[in-house]
């Protein structure tokens, strides 16, 4: 897709230091400008990873993009001792090359942060292990719709462009198909706090709630396969 070639993206800073790539012809970012970093880990990680964390969990992310969630899931997989496994599959339909990545900083901005070209280095379709008998990555270069999975999952960051810029992936079909090949309890988690995109969860079955968003954003949607009241 011509929107996503390299020749049309470029690297903007964002409020909290970090950086992130704007696609000139969508006028969209991969990140929220109000900051990268901060914008993924309360969204994927304070509100996604945290909140299902003791258990063995099978993760699905929609779009791999710079691959900053996957990141910061390993560091916090790391620095908590995360006792159980993670098999992460990451969707990507257009990949970036490493090259136009890794000058984003996130290796300067986050420490411990030694993983981030492994992941980049790790073959499409297959599984990569992160880190040693916890964390193993599969990235999948396909169309989400075009996807059988072979497992279900317990957690699904959905990290799309938003729905005024890529309404096809917010559609009844893809949170339906998202709906059916997760867990009981299953747990999705996105920024998008937009009502239409509220009721079409709602519709398909999820039990959706508005939470505390990312700085610079009020309300964050959380969705939860049937009722969820304590993991164990």
């Not at 560091?75 to 984003?104: A, C, G, H, R, W």
């Amino acid at each position: 897709m011509e929107k996503f070639k390299k020749n049309i993206l470029h690297a903007i800073k964002t409020r909290d230091g970090s950086y992130t790539l704007y696609i000139s012809d969508l006028n969209e970012t991969y990140h929220s400008r109000f900051g990268a970093v901060q914008e993924s880990q309360h969204v994927f990680i304070k509100s996604g990873l945290e909140f299902i964390k003791n258990k063995n969990l099978n993760i699905l992310e929609i779009g791999f993009g710079t691959g900053l969630n996957v990141l910061l899931s390993v560091i916090y997989q790391q620095n908590n001792n995360y006792p159980k496994k993670i098999f992460f599959d990451s969707i990507e339909k257009y990949p970036l090359t490493f090259k136009l990545v890794q000058d984003l900083n996130y290796t300067s901005d986050i420490k411990q942060s030694k993983w981030f070209e492994t992941i980049h280095n790790c073959h499409w379709n297959d599984y990569c292990e992160i880190l040693k008998d916890k964390f193993y990555l599969r990235k999948i270069n396909m169309d989400l719709l075009d996807f059988n999975p072979d497992k279900k999952y317990d957690l699904i960051y959905f990290d799309a462009f938003a729905p005024d810029k890529q309404p096809e992936m917010w559609t009844k079909d893809v949170f339906t198909k998202l709906y059916e090949n997760m867990n009981k309890n299953g747990v999705l988690v996105t920024y998008s706090a937009k009502g239409s995109v509220r009721r079409t969860m709602q519709s398909v079955g999820f039990e959706v709630e508005r939470i505390p968003g990312p700085p610079g954003k009020r309300e964050m949607l959380r969705a939860i396969k049937n009722h969820l009241t304590k993991i164990c």
